[in-house]
């Protein structure tokens, strides 16, 4: 069995010593998807900052790709949620695309022949090729998603986090971010993803139900559960 | 016709110089106002560019260089905002606005103290650009190459960090050490400027061209190149008028910075107009508006 890629014992995020979410426990194998579902302000996005080493954990113990958070940012994909500002930057489509290169390039080394083809094959896989030189605030909101999955896919990162991918897409648009996620768990990467969507939690191997607290955590088929969700809902309130 | 347009640079050596001490500002302040504008610093750019006041006018009392007294008036502000911050619960937004009227209004009690100063608070304020000499010019071509090589050197980790702190993290950036450095940026640029536009007007230049540059640009180095173009034909055109209708020099740049967003906004309005009135469905594709 190939080693874990995160592991985390009884950790506990939050900022600074207040805690947001308490005990959670993971041992994630290459190839695994793994969603943390939970409703607005539940704590979900907090274990992904945590889990990307933007947030230092209150307690507990955590390491991904066998070191603490953030130790390897050439081997971890990290897609934000966007906000409007981000759209108001003179950039175009492959700009955003080829940011996906920096962790690995750094601060000096030139985009190689190399670098433009990964760029190029990412944009191609996206779908993004053919307004691959428009700036990104003349795209809609569901194809600037797209720029911003293949961002992470020119990273060739063996973990991606992803933070609420399907947020305000449609249909089609959803398809391509689980099109995009089972090409990353082909090439054996690690992928989290934060959702308040049922729909998307039931594609993940593992399901962690998140409202303040690790609510369940197992098989969509364990964990989404009526009496779960009504936990769930519960605790945090439906937005 | 050329009597007009270059006659004044032609015959008069001072002209000259502030044609110079102009262009070089502009391009310092492209640089440095891109950025501002990218990752809407206004506010801290506008309280560096007038906190920096006490800063001289203490320089000034005690016969020392005013850009020394500019520069650490600057660190006080950037470190005070940096101080407030971290130990209270107040905004930065707070904390700039503190510091930044206290330090003005303290530059001003400083100048109007002492009696040597009865002209020179206009001049802090407005700068003399055509009093600029040779030493001067100087200084300030060393700080723009400063500023050029290392905006250039820090391009990606300045990109990311204008689109989020958190991605330049995770990318393996160290945030706080760039966010350090684009700050030098901004405060080399205003100290490079004041003495040829002053503290009050170099904020013009540093918002102006980069705002007029991101109406019609889609990548950064070409936001750079407009801003720098568009901050170079303000300073003629503001010379230029300054020179045959006796306008204040400064001001007359900033105003036509001003100017040039004005019509630059209008022109690229009418014409988004223009294209979406022929062809409607290339305008927005569809796009989506969602609260979260």
Redesign the interface.
């Known amino acids: 069995m190939p080693t874990d890629m995160i592991v985390a014992t009884d950790l506990s995020v939050g900022y600074g010593s207040h805690a947001v979410v308490d005990h959670v426990n993971l041992r994630l194998a290459p190839g695994t998807l793994v969603a943390l579902m939970g409703s607005n302000g539940s704590g979900k996005s907090t274990i992904l900052k945590t889990l990307v080493g933007l947030l230092q954990p209150v307690s507990g113990s955590v390491s991904v790709l066998g070191d603490v958070p953030g130790s390897h940012p050439a081997r971890v994909a990290y897609v934000p949620q966007h906000s409007a500002t981000s759209e108001t930057l003179p950039l175009r489509a492959r700009d955003v695309v080829a940011m996906g290169r920096y962790a690995r390039l750094g601060l000096l080394a030139r985009f190689s022949r190399h670098d433009r083809d990964v760029v190029d094959e990412a944009m191609h896989t996206m779908g993004v090729s053919s307004f691959a030189d428009k700036p990104l605030q003349s795209l809609s909101g569901g194809q600037c998603q797209r720029v911003h999955l293949a961002q992470a896919i020119a990273h060739e990162a063996d973990v991606w986090f992803l933070d609420e991918p399907t947020a305000g897409l449609d249909a089609e648009g959803r398809d391509t971010v689980t099109a995009c996620v089972s090409a990353a768990r082909e090439r054996g990467a690690c992928v989290v993803v934060s959702t308040h969507d049922i729909d998307d939690a039931r594609e993940a191997d593992i399901v962690l139900l998140v409202a303040k607290e690790v609510i369940a955590q197992g098989s969509p088929r364990e964990v989404l559960t009526d009496a779960n969700l009504r936990r769930m809902y519960g605790f945090t309130g439906q937005h | 016709m050329t009597d007009y347009f270059l006659a004044p640079f032609l015959d008069n050596e001072f002209m000259r110089l502030a044609l110079l001490a102009g262009f070089v500002t502009a391009v310092i302040c492209a640089i440095a106002g891109t950025f501002i504008v990218?990752r809407?610093l206004a506010f801290i750019g506008d309280a560096l560019a007038h906190g920096v006041l006490p800063g001289i006018a203490a320089a000034t009392l005690l016969g020392v260089s005013t850009i020394v007294g500019a520069a650490v008036g600057a660190a006080v502000l950037v470190g005070g905002v940096g101080l407030i911050t971290r130990r209270t619960r107040l905004s930065s937004d707070t904390a700039i606005g503190l510091l930044f009227v206290g330090m003005l209004a303290l530059g001003v009690i400083m100048t109007s103290r002492s009696e040597s100063f009865a002209g020179d608070l206009t001049q802090i304020l407005f700068g003399e650009l055509l009093g600029a000499d040779s030493s001067q010019l100087a200084w300030m071509i060393g700080s723009t190459m400063a500023v050029g090589v290392v905006t250039y050197?820090?391009r990606?980790?300045f990109?990311?960090l204008?689109?989020?702190r958190?991605?330049a993290?995770?990318?393996?950036?160290n945030a706080s050490l760039y966010e350090a450095l684009m700050m030098s940026v901004i405060g080399v640029a205003i100290l490079a400027s004041f003495q040829s536009v002053g503290t009050l007007l170099v904020f013009g230049l540093l918002i102006a061209p980069p705002s007029t540059a991101?109406l019609v640009?889609?990548?950064?180095h070409?936001?750079i190149i407009v801003a720098s173009i568009s901050g170079v034909v303000a300073t003629y055109s503001g010379l230029l008028a300054s020179y045959h209708y006796d306008l204040a020099a400064g001001a007359s740049v900033v105003v036509s910075a001003s100017a040039i967003f004005v019509v630059v906004f209008a022109a690229s309005t009418l014409r988004r107009r223009q294209l979406s009135g022929s062809h409607p469905a290339v305008a927005?594709?569809?796009?989506?508006?969602?609260a979260?």
Do not use: E, K, Q, Y
């Open positions: 990218l809407g050197v820090c990606r980790p990109m990311l204008c689109i989020s958190d991605l993290r995770a990318n393996g950036f991101a640009t889609r990548r950064l070409t936001m927005h594709g569809g796009g989506h508006h969602h979260h």
